[in-house]
Structure formats: structure tokens, C-alpha cells
């Protein structure tokens, strides 16, 4: 082959594979059937529910706008994350050892990430975003730092400097209106966003690359090594296909 086709080939399999990439990382359909594709947060709620993080409910629903509760909370983080145990056990007399999200909540209790209050969890309480601002702090151990991003978040304000943690964080944006909404309800789907800019580390500027970070992404990803590097594919994609396009790939000679 001369040169011109030679290279020609190599874009046209480079594209390929682009294409393959890209349009095999997105579902075909909706995992849930109340979240459509059009929802802005669907692929968000997409790789949540394949990590196991969230469930829908028995009739293919996910209902992100039904609010949160602190046993909800305490369910999906203890799902997702590896929690210290810094100190005892707590008897709360509202959640028995035979409560369906015991260990949950006392996972949340033993990392000190929560606490109760007279004698009880509260387990069915709603959360506000504020006391989630909190909570998520704890969680993912971040640098709490006062903010005037919100209009209704002012320096004084209880929760200030949990939401500053989340701003700079890059977790939240607030409203269009300038305001954070402190005091208002946790929806189902507004937590599973949260989480997952902290977990996922979705926001992260390009132009302020933290390399450690950007490995810990590579490393989830699905790599094959060929002659020309290393060739990287979205997890959702079957391993055969990732494979059968790197091959395609290394093997045309230049």
C-alpha cells in the first residue's frame, strides 16, 4: 500500500472505533422507565444502577423526584463506599437489629459520617440538601471552606461551609436563580447527581488535571495493550468488541 492509503485506512479504523466507543457506551433503552434518555441526568442514573448504587423499585421505575429519606441515604452510600470505623456501635430504639437497613445505618454511625438524636436515628426523615451538603462532606472527607456562591447560603448560615465543600468540588451548581435551596428536599434523583460528580469525578476541569485522579479513571476503564499504545474503551462495551477493534487497529502496518 502506498503511504496515502496506508494512512487513510488507519483514520478510517480510528473512526471506527470512535464510533464504536461512543455509541456503545449509551444504553439502547432506559434502564428505568420513568428516566428517559431526554432526562438530562440519564447516564448519570445509568452508571449508578450498573455500580449497584442505586435500584429502581419491582415495577421498572426509579421515581427520582420521590425525596430521600436518612435510611435511603444511608443504603446508597454504604453501597458505594468503603466506610472507616472509628467508633462503637449505637442502639437507637427506632432502628432494631431486625430493621431492614440496620447495617446500613450503623455503618454511616460507626464512620461518624451521622448521628442520632435522643435515642434515635430518625430512619424516615427527609433530608434537606443542606444536611446532605453535610453528610456527602463527611463522606468523601472534604476540605469544608465558606462560599457566597448561594444568595441563600450566606456566611452564617448553618451549612455554609458543607456547601462550600461541594462548590469547589465542582458537585453542585445550584439553581438558575442563584440560590442553592438548602432547606428543600432531597429528590432521589438530585442525590444520585451529587454523588455522582463526588464519586465519578465528572466535573473535573480539563485545564487542571489532577493526575492521580485521571488514573484512578483509566484504571476503570477497559484497556488492551496494541503496537501503537494503549487502547481504551468504556466498560459497557462487550470486552470482544474492544478487543476485535484494537486488533483491526495494530495490525495495519504503516
Known sequence: FTKGLTILRFLQIMSLCFLLFVTMSVPAHATFTDVPTSNPYHTMLE???????????????????AIVTRAHVAVMINRAVDLPVIREAATFEDVPTT???YDDIQALYRAGIVDGANGKFNPRSQLTRGQLAKILTNVFQLPEQETTAFADVPLHHQYNSAVGALVAAKATTGYANGTFRPSAKVTREHFAVFFYRLQFDDTLPLSDVDIPKLESYLNKLTKIQTN????????????????????????EEA
Open 99 to 101: 430493621y431492614p437497613y
Open 228 to 251: 501503537y499504545g494503549m487502547f481504551y474503551a468504556s466498560p459497557s462495551v462487550p470486552y470482544d468488541y474492544v478487543k476485535r477493534y484494537a486488533n483491526a487497529f495494530a495490525q
Open 47 to 65: 452508571q449508578l444502577e450498573k455500580e449497584q448504587i442505586i435500584q429502581g423499585y419491582s415495577d421498572g421505575s426509579f421515581r427520582p423526584n
